[in-house]
């Protein structure tokens, strides 16, 4: 099956910074990047998510990119603010809803 | 507004003892899923469901039963729960035309 390899585990950065979170995914066939923020005590929520036929998508100060030769995509996060502190996932599917994760970064804003 | 709902925020429950969690969607979502959350495992899906009646394998089904009645209702069950059960279970729902929409979760404590 489809195997998503995500970095880093952690991530700390100052607020007003920028963070970036890559990943790697094993299957060419995959076609659906979604990435997901995971509040304390909530389930994860859909944040900006790319097909593979773009190469970059933005929603205010969350982008994502997507290299489908090497087969990576990530997530930047520019301003960063103290609300932007959560766990991220990102997520690879063949099929638009069988998704598989990567294991998650843990992203605090300093202020 | 989606909305995923399971039925229990928390439980604990002791080795041996049938277990089962509960979860409904609202918005006649035709896929539903199991995932289980662990500290740097991300998330992994237990089982899915296309149909009402049908069900799937995910990636770690062993130990682990679904049913599937009423397109808004998936239940997860444990048939005899064991301590190396204990986890965050994440309900989620969706088409394959629209993202995943996750409950909140059930973290369960196996004693």
């Known amino acids: 099956g489809e195997n998503v390899e995500q970095h880093p585990s952690t991530l700390s950065v100052q607020e007003g910074d920028s963070a970036v979170i890559k990943c790697t995914y094993s299957?060419?066939?995959?076609?659906?990047f979604p990435w997901y923020k995971q509040e304390l005590g909530k389930g994860p929520q859909l944040i900006i998510d790319?097909?593979?036929?773009?190469g970059e998508k933005k929603d205010q100060r969350i982008a994502v990119t997507l290299n489908k030769t090497a087969k990576h995509f990530s997530l930047h996060i520019t301003e960063t603010q103290p609300e932007d502190s959560a766990v991220y996932f990102c997520?690879?599917?063949?099929?638009?809803?069988?998704?598989?994760f990567g294991a998650g970064t843990t992203v605090t804003v300093r202020a | 507004d989606v909305k995923v709902t399971q039925s229990s925020r928390y439980l604990v429950k002791r080795t041996g003892e049938k277990v089962f969690l509960e979860c409904v969607q609202d918005?006649?979502?035709?896929?539903m899923f199991w995932y289980r959350q662990d500290p740097g495992l991300g998330l992994r899906l237990i089982y899915f469901?296309?149909?009402?009646?049908?069900?799937e394998k995910g990636d770690i089904p062993e130990g682990y039963s679904v049913s599937r009645e009423k397109k808004e209702r998936f239940s997860l069950i444990l048939e005899s729960a064991s301590t190396n059960q204990t986890s965050m279970y994440l309900c989620?729902?969706?088409?394959?035309?629209?993202?995943?929409?996750f409950g909140n979760g059930t973290r369960l404590t196996v004693t």
């Open positions: 997520a690879a599917s063949i099929r638009g809803y069988k998704l598989s």
């Open positions: 790319i097909r593979s036929n773009v």
């Open positions: 989620a729902s969706g088409t394959s035309d629209s993202p995943l929409h």
């Open positions: 299957d060419s066939a995959s076609n659906y």
């Open positions: 469901s296309y149909d009402v009646k049908m069900k």
């Open positions: 918005m006649d979502h035709e896929n």
